[in-house]
């Protein structure tokens, strides 16, 4: 098991590859104890860079935008699709409590826009995941009030 001990609030890694495939968790720690993260699985997939600096071969997909952010009493989540199928969409709170339950949604191949009502969540930090066909993707927002 490789550990590596971050003290930002937000961690990257440079130069993966698909070796750095597998599972991933994060421990936050302070004078008041320990949390752990539910643990999540990264596959990560190669691309090749062209002129410019853009990128060709990566696949836009899943939860690419919370609207507003930050939110109130509710928020959009602007999912992109490459294939009409159906996904499950659950909110989680930063450490990993189920705050809206999966629910299943119908999408058509591009853009949907989905209403998410979380006027009965606390101001904090949220996960919207999105789950289709195995493939996970996520996408963070804050409540403010």
């Known amino acids: 098991m490789l550990f590596r001990s971050v003290s930002q609030s937000r961690y990257s890694m440079g130069n993966a590859n698909a070796l750095d495939s597998g599972s991933y968790w ?6 008041c104890g320990e ?4 643990t999540m699985k990264v596959r990560l997939i190669p691309v090749s860079v062209e002129d ?8 836009t997909f899943g939860v690419q ?11 959009n989540a602007r999912i992109m ?19 809206i339950p999966a629910f299943k949604i119908s999408l058509d191949k591009g853009y949907t826009d989905i209403p998410i009502n979380i006027e009965h969540l606390a101001p904090g930090t949220y996960l919207c995941t999105m789950n289709m ?7 963070t927002f804050t409540i403010v009030r």
């Open 26 to 31: 994060c421990v936050i720690s302070d004078q």
């Open 35 to 38: 949390i752990k993260s539910d």
């Open 52 to 59: 410019e600096g853009s990128i060709t071969g990566a696949i």
């Open 65 to 75: 935008q919370i609207m507003p952010n930050p939110a109130n009493d509710l928020v």
């Open 81 to 99: 699709s490459v294939m009409p199928g159906e996904a499950m969409i659950e909110i989680h709170s930063i450490l990993g409590a189920t705050m």
């Open 133 to 139: 066909n195995g493939k996970v993707s996520t996408h």
